[in-house]
């Protein structure tokens, strides 16, 4: 029978080999490896699952929370539109974009960062006549680099803070990253802006990129209430934010009435509805702008307001309920609580009112309503809704609500009044009371693939250490760099640790690489902060393969982006982070 040590080592070997395959799913993978690993005895039975009640994994699952409650609110779409503007130069639109990612990755999850400026930024590609290629990996590298800023900004931070915990005592504070992070944060969107972009190619022709832009435009109405009745204004007062949001006014209805032309010197009135035409996003973004409500929100409860509204996209095949009929004689909205809000047709402008149009097969339907209720009502109408083609309802009056909420609870931690996991929490449970995240969102936030990966991985990590899996690499390292300086050793473990973080999950790179610091720092009696540091910085640094990091994956397809091109810019992008973090971790956690 083989030794403990060799039936961890074998067990690890094989759990990384079917992560870089990704023939199944990384939970699985590592549920598995827990499973197997108990059953050999490597982990005793009380501990198998304690990795589920570990306190990094309760911050993860608070912080995407929060995450989902910032983005509802508006908050990060308020800044956002002041600072992009497609009119600047390329390399000035990358460096203020890219700081904002960082900045945003700093406070919330990184793939919540991107995910809300990714949209921005296409925008700004779309009307600037460019391909987003050049501009979405350095803002995809850039929330990646943010992240290292502080405690909650990226996994691998908080994993190593929990490790610390667990093996010296005490856990590194929120703003324990902010040297080395910000320091290579810095240099990294200086690096991206100036040069790194000049290094991708441009895929994808300018009209292609239009093309795959203009798919999905529909045609919508949106209503005047009381509220943005109030102050009197025109319509031609309206097109400045209408192009900032790519969105075309097409008309005004009024008593039920088309007004003749497009209407641009009429007053408008409480109950008018504008027609307009664009995509989800950018008619979301137009109407809370504008102060415009959706047309049928009113009856929605709480209006455009209400917590979870949000829009799906759905095709009409043959034989469906609503083909060759209007919404109004389905008396839809009425009977589900659901809006038909536009209708896309082969690029096809109506002069029918929306809910008044006959729906063909083939028309792509734009609907607003409670994902519950939407559910009901495209199974109803028996359309398809396209998947991943949904768009949520901003509360924009609650962003700077949300704002104090967030750095409240984060104040509260970094003062040591309370633990950070409660203070999360209670920043949930005020979003929840808001209404920025109902209960069934509160759930959906999280991403159970991630939990249940740390939480598997935590136990395996554990036995790794205790069988002496960790002691043997270490020393390893320290033999291979024996007689040089100590920061070669340092240097040396966080190059193991970008390149397993290039192909595996980077929360499974810090469990792995966290006991290997230890030990090195145990046998070379060096500090072993540095090294921990060394690892949350290098787990983090995934940039040569389009797998190490989710980021570098959302933005594949957007971008027309090839396996190969992410180590033209990735490749001297690490080195840069070796060789700016090195010196700052020797200065601010000395040897």
Known sequence: MPSDQTQIFILLVSVVVLLVWGRFRYDLVAFGA????????????????????????????????????????????????????????????IAIIAAMGAGLSAIINNVAALALLMPLDIEAA?????????????????????????????????????????????PFAMFDFAPVGLAVAIVGISFVSIIGWRLLPSHGSIAEFEKDIRQGRYVAELRVGEQSSSDEFIVRDLY?????????????????????????????????????????????????????EFAGSEKHEGGVTAPGLALTEAI?????????????????????????????????????????LTIRAGDVLLLLGTPQRLLAA????????????????????????????????????????????????????????????????????????VI??????????????????????????????????????????????????????????????????????????TNADTYLMGVAVAASCAFLTPIGHKNNTIILGPGGYRFSDYWRMGLPLEVLVLAVAVPVLLVVWPL
């Open 126 to 170: 779309n009307k600037a006549k460019r391909p987003p290629s050049q501009s979405l990996m350095p803002l995809s590298f850039a929330t990646i680099l943010g992240g290292m800023i502080t405690l909650i900004g990226t996994p691998p931070n908080i994993v190593i803070s929990a490790y610390r915990h667990d093996t010296v005592g005490a």
């Open 378 to 449: 495209t199974d109803w109408l028996g359309v398809l809704p396209i998947e991943g083609r949904r768009t949520e309802v901003i509360q924009r009056t609650k962003a700077g609500l949300s704002i104090g909420i967030f750095f409240a609870a984060v104040g509260l931690a970094v003062a040591g009044l309370m633990s950070l996991t409660v203070a999360l929490g209670a920043a949930v449970i005020a979003y929840v009371l808001l209404g920025l995240v109902n209960g069934r969102e509160v759930y959906t936030s999280i991403e159970w693939k």
């Open 316 to 356: 009409v095949p043959d034989g469906a309920r609503i083909e060759g009929r209007t919404a109004r004689g389905l008396q839809l909205l009425n009977r589900h609580s659901v809006t038909l809000l536009g209708v896309a047709r082969e690029g096809q402008r109506f002069r029918d009112r929306v809910r008044l």
């Open 240 to 292: 400045p934010k209408a192009d900032a949001a790519d969105v075309h006014l097409l008309g005004l209805i009024r008593n039920g009435k088309r007004r003749p032309g497009l209407s641009m010197h009429e007053t408008l009135r409480a109950g008018d509805f504008l027609v307009v035409e664009g995509d989800p996003k950018a008619i979301e973004s137009f109407t809370g702008q504008s102060g415009l």
């Open 452 to 525: 249940v990966l740390l939480a598997s991985l935590i136990p395996l990590a554990e036995a790794f250490e205790r069988t002496g899996g960790a002691e043997l690499l270490a020393n390893q390292i320290t033999n291979l760099t024996q007689g040089f300086p100590a920061w070669v050793t340092l240097a040396a473990l966080m190059v193991v640790t970008m390149t397993m973080s290039d192909f595996l999950n980077n929360v499974a790179t810090t469990l792995i690489a966290a006991p290997i610091a230890l030990s090195i720092a145990a046998a070379t009696g």
């Open 34 to 93: 827990l499973i197997v690993a108990a059953s050999l005895g490597l982990i005793p039975t009380e501990e198998v699952f304690s990795g589920f009640g570990h306190s990094a994994v309760a911050i993860i699952a608070l912080v995407l929370i929060v995450s989902r409650g910032l983005s509802s609110s508006g908050a990060v779409e308020l800044v956002a539109s002041k600072l992009v503007d497609p009119e600047r130069p390329l390399p000035l639109h």
